[in-house]
Structures are given as C-alpha cells and as structure tokens.
C-alpha cells in the first residue's frame, strides 16, 4: 500500500498551525505581563524609577515586539495572514525598529543610572542582546536594500542570513537574561521561589516555540546560498 504524502494544506495542518500560533500569544501575554506587574511593584514601594522604566521598556521591546515582528513574517500567523509579503516585510521592519527603540532606551537609561554595569548575569546577557540588536538593525538595512548593498559586495542572500542569525541572537540571548531576572531573591520574594522557577521554565519553552519559523528560514536560506 502506497501511503499518501502529508497534505500541508489540509484543514487539519491549518487549523493545528494556528492552533500553535495562538498558544504562542498566550504564553507571550502571560511572559509580558509578569515582568510589568512586578515593575509596578517598584512604583507601590516607592523603589527605583530606573528599574521600573527598564523593564516596562526592555520587557516589551524584546518579548512582545520583537517576537511579534518573527511571527509576522510566519505562515498561519494570526493577524497576519491576509497581508501581502510586501505588506508582512513593512509590518516586521516597524516591529523590529520600535523593538530597537525600546531596547536601546530601556538599557541605556538604566546603564546610566547605577554606578556599576554588567556584574550579573542577567546584565552580562542582556549587554550581549543588546550589542545583537544594535548589529541586527544595520543586518537588518543591508537586507532591506540589497540592490544597493549589492554593488558594495554584499550578496543579497548573505545579508538576509546574518539578519536572521544576529535577531535570533538577541532574541534568544534577551531571553536568558529575563529567567536570570526571575532568579533574583527580590523577584523570589515578590512572587514566590516556585512561581519564579515556573516562569523561567515558561520563557525557555516559549523562547524556544517562537525561533522554530526564524531558524527553519535560515536554514532554507543556508541550503539554497550553498547549492
């Protein structure tokens, strides 16, 4: 017996992939809203307005935007699929600008306002997400243009690529920043060891569902540039 090859645009294929894509904003509202509601907690104790400003700025310009300017560009995404790919590139190039804008602010300010930088962890990897997002916005130009970029030795596909890999750099790298936030003591009093142990292991699986469409693109992209 022949079997049959898997029919990628059955009604069952479709309705599993937005199935998925709607867990994925779930999990993304519940990992946005967390940190926010802890960083109003800063405001009700009368504690520091820079770590306040820090995480309502970094927390959706990393998490929300930036994730939101991933799914935009994947299939079956919710608010995206009646856009042209035209429209879908525009709509992902906003996300990601006003992605840059919060996370270069948000780190910035805080850099600024304490006397010493990067001792933790959380600091060492999110100086590290945020040097990618620095580099992925000019990635991110040269992709954008790459008639342009072409005449200057830049192959289109080359361009493309580093764009995908140095995103999903500071995405991922923004992400173990934020579970070594939840395992801060302050954090631990706030909302419980175990509800801070949870939502680290809530990040990871969400971190690593959202890059499944970033890192199956880039491998596509790899494949075809070396045949």
């Known amino acids: 017996m022949v079997q049959k090859p898997f029919n990628f645009e059955s009604k069952s294929f479709k309705v599993s992939m937005f199935s998925y894509n709607v867990f994925l ?11 926010i509601a802890y960083a109003f ?12 400003l820090h995480i309502l700025l970094l927390i ?16 079956y995404n919710s608010w995206s699929t009646e856009l042209t790919t035209v429209e879908k590139r525009r709509a992902h190039w906003i996300l990601a ?14 850099m ?7 001792t933790s962890m959380h600091g ?8 990618f997002t620095m580099v ?5 130009v040269a992709a954008l243009y790459t008639t342009a970029f072409k005449k200057i030795w830049i192959p289109p596909f080359l361009s493309k690529i580093t764009h995908l890999v140095f995103g999903l750099a500071a995405f991922v790298t923004s992400g173990v920043s934020l579970c070594y936030s939840y395992d801060k003591s302050t954090f631990k009093n706030w909302i419980g060891a175990d509800a801070a142990f949870a939502c680290i292991i809530l990040t990871g699986i969400f971190t690593g569902l959202l890059c499944i469409n970033p890192v199956y693109t880039t491998y596509k992209r790899v494949i075809t540039a070396l045949k």
Not at 66 to 74: D, E, I, R, V
Not at 97 to 110: C, Q, R
Not at 124 to 131: M, Y
């Open 60 to 75: 959706p310009g990393f998490q929300l935007l930036m994730g939101q300017s991933f799914l935009g560009l994947a299939p």
């Open 124 to 131: 060492k990897f999110g100086l590290v997400a945020l040097v």
């Open 97 to 110: 600008l006003l992605s840059t804008i919060l996370v270069m602010v948000g780190s910035f300010y805080v």
């Open 136 to 140: 992925n916005l000019f990635t991110g």
């Open 41 to 52: 907690s800063f405001v009700k104790n009368n504690q520091g307005f820079a770590i306040y």
């Open 25 to 35: 904003h779930v999990f993304m509202g519940i990992i946005v809203a967390i940190p």
């Open 112 to 118: 600024q306002a304490k006397s010493v930088n990067f």
